[in-house]
């Protein structure tokens, strides 16, 4: 399971990008981002130009465009971000199927996309989708909450999450992409390493 | 008078094949080149479903452009307003102006291609109207410096009555640039936007530096090759006598005749004739080597730039 940031609620623009850039140094899978309607892939565009690593997933009014605009809109940033952008898409389903399909190659409507994504295809999900939590840092429960996700066989899960980033990717990461994670070490690299 | 460059359009033409990753990857390289020079603005230019993957979403990658730079602006030359909501632009520009601290210019247009309007469902006989009901909508919701691509005088009077600025294509003689930028002014000064300063105009003018006659031929032959896009495009400018689809020879000529390419002394000369705020270099053409594109960014920015400061301090 990989662990996605969820930074959506993040107004400021300057700490937006600040955190997006702490969880790429850090090894976080993926973020998730979003604006106002029309803005969230020019959001989404700026993150993915001052980033590497970081997976975006742009969370997208799906009813307040065109599905041909968005599935342009989205292609572009996957090209900006070399292949490291997924859509979240509200709204119509029929909608996000077009999108979907636009965003594998495939004709839609006697259109193809141009240009196509970089990805071969870019994953467009439902919100429900994706499950989301709210973790607090140091708290012993978030554990139980990773492990009961990861072993529901959930490819994603979203957090929310206030604490240091460097404890999300110590603490949660590795659990959550592994059965048997060795909490003892990310312990003792509390101990030799405490996180400010 | 502010010097920009242009259109960046992210193709992967048939003389020019490239991967597009490549071309997003080197529009930053190049936006982050044209800062280190000195150059006022890169500018971007739309189109959607054509073959060669030319630009669909501006706004995206002027984010991108702007998120790479510091000083540079960035602007779209032009956005095709009756392609997209309003409403989604206008927060999208919102967007980029606060996180840009105002560098970022949005520049629209109408469109001409009857493909682009059936694939977003919309009737392009419609155009007029929706272009008045999409800058109606802009003009209320945001503050970012706006611009009209215009090809015609009724299209520059109705930015003048506006209040808006004008975006000149590239390919205009002189006379047809002045007329339209007399029309602009006095359908301005006739508004109720009139005032002390009139709306900026801006100019596409197509544009090199060279040294010699081998290379003033070689850059009029990127010249008239880049216009090959515009005809596989179908543009076909009224009032001007410019008919990419219909004459395509007589069309390149006249492109050729109106291009600007020569040294840096020539060509501020011949920029000095033009009472404009910003001229857009047109150097963005598929042909010339990246080398060629980068010589030619870095000579702008040392060579032309404050020879133009010198014709703003002029006038």
């Known amino acids: ?19 997006a850039s702490e969880a790429d140094d850090h090894g976080i899978w993926g973020i998730v981002v979003t604006a106002a309607p029309g803005a969230e892939c020019t959001e989404a565009a700026a993150i993915a130009a001052t980033t590497n690593n970081v997976s975006i997933l742009i969370d997208i009014d799906g009813d307040a465009a065109h599905p041909t605009t968005l599935a342009e809109e989205i292609a572009v940033v996957d090209q900006i971000s070399h292949r490291r952008t997924m859509a979240l898409l509200r709204g119509l389903a029929t909608h996000r199927s077009k999108v979907a399909a636009l965003l594998s190659g495939l004709p839609v409507d006697g259109l193809i996309l141009a240009p196509p994504p970089a990805q071969a295809s870019i994953p467009v999900y439902a ?22 996700h990861r072993d529901s066989n959930t490819p994603f899960l979203i957090i929310s999450w206030t604490g240091p980033i460097k404890g999300l990717a110590r603490h949660l990461v590795g659990r959550a992409s592994s059965i048997d994670f060795p909490q003892m070490i990310a312990d003792l690299a509390d101990q030799i390493d405490p996180i400010e | 008078m502010d010097m920009g460059i242009g259109l960046w359009c992210l193709q992967s033409t048939t003389t020019s094949p490239r991967s597009f990753e490549q071309a997003y990857r080197e529009l930053i390289d190049d936006a982050r080149l044209a800062e280190s020079n000195g150059i006022h603005s890169l500018w971007l230019s739309e189109h959607h479903a054509y073959y060669d993957g030319y630009c669909p979403a501006l706004l995206p990658a002027a984010s991108a452009a702007l998120a790479a730079t510091n000083r540079l602006q960035i602007g779209t030359g032009v956005l095709l307003l009756p392609l997209h909501e309003a409403d989604r632009i206008a927060n999208a520009a919102n967007l980029l102006d606060a996180q840009s601290q105002g560098r970022f210019h949005l520049g629209v247009g109408m469109g001409y291609r009857p493909i682009e309007f059936a694939i977003k469902d919309r009737n392009i006989n ?29 299209a520059a009077q109705r930015a003048g009555r506006r209040g808006l600025g004008l975006f000149i294509s590239g390919a205009f003689s002189r006379d047809v640039v002045n007329s339209l930028i007399a029309a602009h002014r006095m359908a301005w000064e006739h508004s109720d936007f009139a005032g002390e300063v009139p709306p900026p105009v801006g100019l596409l003018r197509n544009l090199w530096i060279v040294d010699t006659e081998a290379e003033r031929r ?19 400018v009224d009032n001007t006598g410019v008919d990419f689809v219909g004459e395509i020879e007589a069309s390149m000529d006249e492109v050729e005749r109106s291009a600007t390419v020569g040294s840096a002394e020539e060509i501020a000369e011949e920029l000095d004739g033009y009472d404009v705020d910003l001229v857009v270099c047109r150097i963005g053409y598929d042909q010339p080597p990246r080398t060629a594109l980068t010589e030619v960014i870095e000579r702008i920015g040392r060579e032309l730039v404050p020879l133009a400061k010198e014709l703003g301090g002029q006038r």
């Open chain 2, 218 to 236: 070689q850059a009029l032959e990127w010249v008239r090759s880049s216009y090959l896009v515009y005809a596989g495009l179908g543009w076909g």
């Open chain 2, 126 to 154: 419609e155009r007029l109207r929706l272009m008045n009901s999409g800058l109606d909508v802009l003009q209320t919701e945001i503050n970012t410096p706006t611009w009209v691509g215009v090809s015609s005088e009724k």
């Open chain 1, 1 to 19: 399971m990989r662990l996605l940031l969820d930074l959506r609620e993040v107004a400021n623009h300057a700490e937006l990008r600040r955190l």
């Open chain 1, 127 to 148: 919100p429900e989708d994706i499950p989301a939590v709210s973790l607090v840092d140091g708290s012993k429960g978030n554990a139980v909450i990773v492990d009961q």
